[in-house]
């Protein structure tokens, strides 16, 4: 088993990186009745994380005695049937569910699937909660359409169903679901805090861990807990005993987006944006999410611009990536910005070096 | 020696009584003036000599062996006197043509430089008695120019070869405005500079222009517009009948060789103009020459004998047969053309005559074949591939299909029962002891079954009937069952049954075009198809230029029909119609064509793309909505753009192909709207973005980026790389679900995809790859991943989904590293563990006999963990009990939902009998997980088991056909 799943605090007692939280959390469903919750913060920050040892203090250990179900759903749109099949995380009290899977369709999830499941109120036995809770992962992904159903869902069954929201970006979800909701905001982990839980892990496995080395570990990253013990693992899978000067394997395709950004950095010209075209598709079809790739490739570029371009190249990652959301065809609007890049790029290199 | 021929032939011509070949009719008109103006004969006598010569010099030589071998039959014919003109017809036509070309081409010798109207105002200058002989010989020179490649359609073999360059020429010339030559021909150098000038409207009639690389100032089509305006004729390539070679560069190509190779004149853009200009000079008695050419050229074709004598009249009075053709005019017709001229006798088709020969031999011989056949046993002759019982033709219409059945079927006798679209074909009934009762279907039943109705049989002529089933690809909804039966109908049938159909390839016709014997019409050539035009517009009275006819038969596409349509239309308002009547008419109106999105986007992306019309633009992006904008995203950084001026350091165009990727980009946003929210008034505002203003932006030549890429337009990527999107995202899914199925972690798939896979990729493949450089024992290292793929309940597919999705192009192979032998053992090895391994996920359990257990992702099944999923091969006790309590557990936790209770009983309902196979020993409660080596029951119960736990069930019984199947199978 992978030390991050081997290593996942189990209760919120277990917690180590946001302790604070967890106790809130803790006394929050343990004295009052929970709210909606939303749960906002960058990816590997631990929000699964505390979402599942919240469940388990409020239902037990049922909470953890969960199925996946993949089923179809039938759903009466108006004038036509629309089949869509979901992948469901169960257990007794709760359902767990992405409903932007469905893609453009999610407002059927949110306003049949969900509705459906928030209605059914559990029969309370031996003195259990008296409601059931819905998790609903990448909210920030869902269309505005189901943003607005979901509002109205949150509101009626409150009595019998709390939904715990998760996403990255809470600036993504629409002001009336955050108002309905306690946000949450978990931070990523600050680095020392990521070094102590790589040497937790390193004592409880036996390890000899070279000093500065889960620092480097966690330096590399990104404030990322989950990445960093990933990594943490593959080095050791890689050469034990670890020595101090080892290299930390990066993502395999986060090393291809740092090719694709030094091949715009050397040449801008069609001929390149032809190529880089190719080297997108193929993180595409390595189910790179756009986003993702778009994200990466600014902060790659950003490392190596100049200070006055930099502005002006987020500015078009920024505009490029949120009509990319409004699109469908995510290459397209990748093309747009290498190419909007090339072409400010070259204007620049023209201007300062002639 | 020429002249005695021409003697013989004008002797023949005098007798007056040979109406055998229309050719050799048409002839001596020609001659005759020549030999009377002995001036203008030595002329060409000696431009003649001077060909000939060449052709000696030429390589040509067998044609020259060929004229050789003509004189002698010739004169032969001129000793036997009239009767025998009739017997070599085609030799002596082989003669005449060529004489005819060696006329032509001594015609621009005499006139070089200067224009035949010019020429003509010369010629007038000498003395009014001359006048008319002088117009009546350029007529004929007209006349012939522009006959002669007429009549290379209709003739055999020999024709083809003299005149065959010319029209194969053309053939490519209409392709020239595709994308073979983007690339290859640059902008005029002043293009736009020069004043474009306006001659008289015939005053390059009679020339054949070839246009060889970049002009001055015009482009490519706005050239070959000002020739034909003014009467001239375009080839593709270079041929003996060629006038001037129009080019402002020789640029050594094909053209230019062969042109001085046949001493071809070259002429400059600025001669043109001179040329044109000149004419304009002399408009007014131009005017009145070219009036008159244009009547006797519509009046000259001679189609039937008729004909041929109505010309011989013309000759002797001019104006009678002008006269005789109001009276034609004017006579009021309730017939549509189309009607009025249909071919009546098969020789009268145009084009496609080897298939009515075809289709005339099939008819006749059907009886003989397939009565007498039927009578003996017809098995052998069944399978001879040339008898089928029936014929389809198939063709685009308005080419004559209909008509040559209807026509052939009338020449040998047959009584043609035509059943088409507008009547129902549905399925006869089966019962056909009901009587016919009015249904059609039944009708052709009892048609085909009986032979010869009501005929007394003894009768040796008795009446044979032929089934005309036009437009059998149009059977569709209300003809249920129509092909099928048809295809009854031809095994059983007495008749013959001839069906029609525009699009052979089409699926629906698949099953017939087994049966039949397949004769597919093509289109016939604008040369046929304006011959045709030009007997119409005779016999209609109505002045038409030859080249406007010629246009009119290229824009309709082939389809005559329509041309007679549109040639009735514009009789309506016009009497004189020239090739700018028809060029305006038709502009708008032309034959809607399938246009492939590769051909929309080389128009949109060509160098004139930036001329074409808004409309125009807008057409083609929408001739394929979906593919255009794909075609264009996938192409538009390989064109260089013709917009921009000087760009040396490719600023210009990397800030053009930045404004259209935006622009491609807002082209998906739109379209976003419009499918997703059917904001459907949106599509021009999609179509503009997508594909307009990229191709505006853009519009060049195309380069090659990539070295040995094709310099075509390439497919979009999109749809491919998409697809292949699709299927690693439910790879993907797929390995998801078996991860959070072992519930060993509760992550998401992008978190699966972006931080685990790498990790994953690892664990699997760095011990099998280590064992090698460490020695690391290759039993413990497979002994190792086999256990890690456990306890993730990795199965082997999702094991190459992570090879897969971490594969990058340029980067090595995940696999590489690893010995063959090594990933033998690890498959070997995963195998044994089948046995013994807890399955999670539905699946993963394999079926005895069964290749794919489950249908993918129907439900995953868990196993409770928190107590501990121990092992795998942990004790037997441990596990039942397990077995047991999660059962207990979920009896009473199913209280969560009444729906999954009710479901469980639908499923009980539904027959679906839940049993849990408890059994003693560990093997057999091992058993419960482990199908393999039981029998049935074993793998019905794993079916159970979910069932039994209430949960499962309800995963599985949304699918309950596919369950239930599964189940019967087992």
Not at chain 1, 216 to 233: G, Q, Y
Not at chain 2, 635 to 664: F, H, Q, T, V
Not at chain 2, 809 to 833: C, F, M, W
Request: aromatic content about 6%; charged content about 30%; hydrophobic content about 30%.
């Amino acid at each position: 088993m992978l030390w991050v799943d081997k290593y996942r605090p189990k209760t919120l007692d277990q917690v180590i990186v946001h302790q604070e939280i967890a106790e809130n959390l803790k006394k929050l469903v343990t004295e009052q009745d929970c709210p909606h919750l939303l749960f906002y913060g960058p990816s590997g920050s631990g929000k699964k994380t505390l979402i599942m040892a919240l469940l388990r203090q409020i239902f037990g250990i049922s909470a953890e005695k969960v199925k996946v179900e993949n089923r179809t759903w039938k759903i009466d749109a108006g004038s036509r049937t629309i089949d869509l099949e979901l992948t469901t995380l169960s257990s007794t009290n709760h359902v767990e569910l992405s409903p932007s899977d469905a893609g453009f369709q999610d407002r059927y999830i949110v306003q049949e699937i969900i509705k459906e499941m928030a209605k059914n109120r559990p029969i309370d036995t031996k003195g259990r909660k008296g409601y059931k809770v819905l998790v609903l992962n990448e909210v920030d992904k869902l269309s505005r359409e189901a943003q607005h159903s979901l509002r109205r869902t949150m509101e009626k069954y409150s009595a019998s169903c709390r939904l715990i929201l998760c996403c990255n970006s809470s600036s993504k979800v629409t002001e009336a679901i955050r108002s309905r909701c306690l946000n949450v905001r978990i931070n990523a982990p600050k680095e020392d805090q990521i070094v102590k839980v790589l040497e937790f892990i390193g004592k409880k496995e036996g390890l000899q861990l070279p000093p500065g080395f889960a620092a480097r570990v966690a330096d590399k990253s990104n404030r990322s807990l989950r990445r960093a013990i990933l990594s943490f693992e593959t080095c050791r899978v890689q050469q034990y005993p670890f020595s101090s000067n080892q290299a930390i394997p990066p993502m395999d395709w986060e090393e291809y987006v740092s090719e694709i950004c030094s091949d715009m950095m050397r040449e801008q010209s069609p001929k390149r944006l032809f190529q880089v075209r190719g080297k997108l598709y193929e993180l595409l079809i390595n189910c790179i999410p756009p986003e993702i790739i778009l994200k990466k490739l600014l902060s790659e570029l950003l490392k190596k611009l100049d200070e006055e371009l930099k502005h002006e190249v987020c500015h078009w990652a920024a505009y490029y990536e949120h009509r990319m959301r409004m699109g469908q065809k995510a290459i397209f609007h990748l093309e747009a910005f290498v190419a909007k890049f090339m072409s400010v790029y070259k204007a620049f290199l023209i201007e300062t070096f002639g | 020696m020429q002249r005695d021929i021409r003697k013989w032939f004008m002797k023949a011509h005098d007798k007056g009584n040979d109406n055998a070949s229309t050719n050799a009719e048409k002839k001596p008109p020609p001659i005759e003036p020549k030999t009377e103006t002995p001036v203008r004969e030595g002329q060409e006598g000696s431009g003649r000599r001077k060909t000939s010569k060449y052709f000696a010099a030429n390589k040509q030589k067998q044609k020259g062996d060929e004229e050789v071998e003509d004189l002698p039959a010739k004169r032969k014919a001129q000793n036997d006197g009239v009767q025998s003109v009739k017997a070599p017809p085609s030799k002596k036509v082989r003669k005449v043509e060529d004489d005819e070309e060696d006329d032509d081409f001594s015609v621009p010798k005499k006139k070089n430089g200067a224009s035949p109207s010019k020429k003509l105002k010369s010629s007038s200058g000498r003395g009014i008695a001359q006048k008319p002989v002088d117009v009546n010989e350029s007529d004929e020179d007209d006349v012939k120019n522009i006959e002669s490649p007429l009549k290379s359609g209709g003739r055999g073999r020999g024709g083809r070869g003299v005149s065959g360059a010319p029209s194969g020429g053309r053939g490519r010339g209409s392709g020239r405005g595709g994308f073979m030559n983007f690339g290859e021909r640059k902008d005029p150098p002043h293009k736009g500079e020069k004043e474009v000038p306006e001659g008289a409207p015939n005053c390059l009639a009679g020339l054949t222009f070839v246009i060889s690389g970049t002009l001055d100032s015009l482009e490519r089509e706005e050239a070959e517009d000002l020739i034909k305006r003014h009467g001239g004729r375009i080839t593709g390539s270079v041929s003996k009948k060629t006038s001037y070679l129009l080019c402002d560069e020789d640029i050594e190509g094909r053209k230019s060789s062969k042109a001085k190779e046949l001493g071809t004149p070259f002429l400059t853009e600025d001669g043109l103009f001179d040329k044109i200009r000149s004419s304009k000079n002399i408009k007014a008695p131009a005017r009145e020459d070219s009036k008159v050419p244009v009547e006797k050229v519509t009046s000259l074709p001679k189609k039937s004998p008729q004909k041929a004598d109505l010309k011989t009249h013309k000759d002797l009075a001019a104006g009678s047969p002008l006269a005789k053709q109001k009276n034609q005019a004017i006579k009021p017709s309730s017939l549509t053309w189309t009607e009025k001229y249909r071919p009546k006798v098969p020789n009268e088709m145009i084009g496609n005559q080897s298939l009515v020969t075809q289709l005339h031999n099939w008819l006749k011989n059907w009886n003989e074949q397939f009565h007498d056949a039927g009578n003996k046993g017809k098995g052998k002759k069944q399978n001879d591939s040339t008898a089928k019982k029936a014929v389809l033709l198939s063709g685009p219409p308005g080419i004559g299909k209909t008509t040559s059945a209807n026509l052939v079927s009338k020449m040998l006798g047959f009584q043609a029962i035509e059943v088409n679209a507008s009547d129902n074909r549905g399925k006869a009934d089966s019962k056909i002891f009901k009587g016919i009762s009015g249904s059609n279907a039944n009708c052709i039943k009892e048609l085909i079954s009986n032979e010869a109705l009501g005929f007394d049989m003894d009768r040796s002529k008795h009446l044979k009937t032929v089934l005309i089933m036009d437009e059998v690809d149009g059977m569709s909804a209300g003809d249920r069952g129509g092909v099928a039966d048809l295809i009854a109908s031809i095994k059983i049938s007495k008749i013959p049954i001839i069906c029609i159909c525009n699009d052979r390839y089409s699926q629906k016709l698949k099953s017939l075009v087994n049966y039949c014997l397949l004769l597919s019409f093509r289109k016939p050539t604008k040369q046929q198809m304006s011959k045709r035009l030009i007997q119409v517009a005779n016999a209609e009275g109505l002045q038409v230029n030859e080249i406007a006819l010629e246009e009119l038969a290229e824009r309709v596409n082939g389809d005559m029909r329509m041309a007679l349509n549109q040639l009735q239309y514009m009789s309506l308002s016009m009497s004189v119609i020239n090739y700018d009547d028809v060029r305006q008419r038709l502009q708008g109106s032309a034959k809607d064509e399938d246009i492939s999105p590769f051909t929309a986007v080389d128009k949109l992306f060509g160098f004139s793309g930036g001329k074409l019309r808004m409309d125009e633009r807008i057409g083609l992006s929408m001739s394929d909505p979906d593919l255009v904008p794909l075609l264009i995203q996938e192409n538009y950084i390989n064109y260089r753009p013709a917009s921009i001026g000087k760009d040396d350091n490719g600023m210009k165009r990397m800030r053009l192909i930045a404004r259209a990727a935006e622009s491609i980009a807002d082209g998906d946003i739109i379209n976003v709207q419009i499918r997703r929210y059917r904001q459907w008034q949106l599509s021009q505002a999609g179509s503009l973005s997508s594909c307009i203003i990229p191709a505006a932006l853009l519009h060049g030549s195309r380069e090659t980026l990539e070295q040995g890429e094709r310099n075509f337009n390439r497919f979009g990527g999109w749809l491919g790389k998409n697809s292949t999107v699709g299927k690693n995202l439910r790879l993907l899914e797929d390995l998801h679900v078996h991860l959070l199925a072992s519930r060993e972690s509760n992550l998401g798939r992008d978190t699966l995809r972006l931080d685990y896979l790498t990790v994953l990729l690892k664990q699997l493949t760095d011990p099998p790859s280590a064992c090698c450089p460490r020695a690391l024992d290759e039993d413990e290292a497979v002994e190792k991943v086999v256990e890690f793929m456990n306890v993730y309940s990795i199965n082997q597919e999702d094991m190459d989904t992570i090879v897969e999705l971490s594969k990058f192009q340029g980067h090595g192979n995940p696999l590489d590293g690893i010995p063959s032998t090594v990933k033998a053992a690890l498959t070997r090895a995963y195998k044994d563990e089948n046995k013994s391994r807890m399955v999670r996920a539905a699946d993963l359990v394999a079926l005895p006999g069964k290749k794919k257990a489950l249908k993918k992702r129907v439900a995953a099944i868990l196993e409770p963990s928190d107590d501990g999923l121990r092992e795998e091969n942990g004790d037997a006790l441990a596990e039942s009990e397990e077995e047991n309590s999660s059962d207990t557990e979920d009896t009473e936790g199913t209280g969560n939902g009444e729906k999954l209770q009710s479901e469980l009983l639908s499923l009980n309902s539904k027959g679906i009998q839940v049993e849990v196979e408890l059994k003693s020993g560990k093997e057999k409660s091992k058993a419960k997980k482990t199908p393999t080596g039981r029998g049935k029951g074993g793998s019905a119960s794993t079916e159970k088991k979910p069932a039994g736990r209430g949960r499962g069930g309800s995963g599985s019984s949304e699918k309950p056909g596919a369950k239930r199947k599964e189940m019967s199978s087992l």
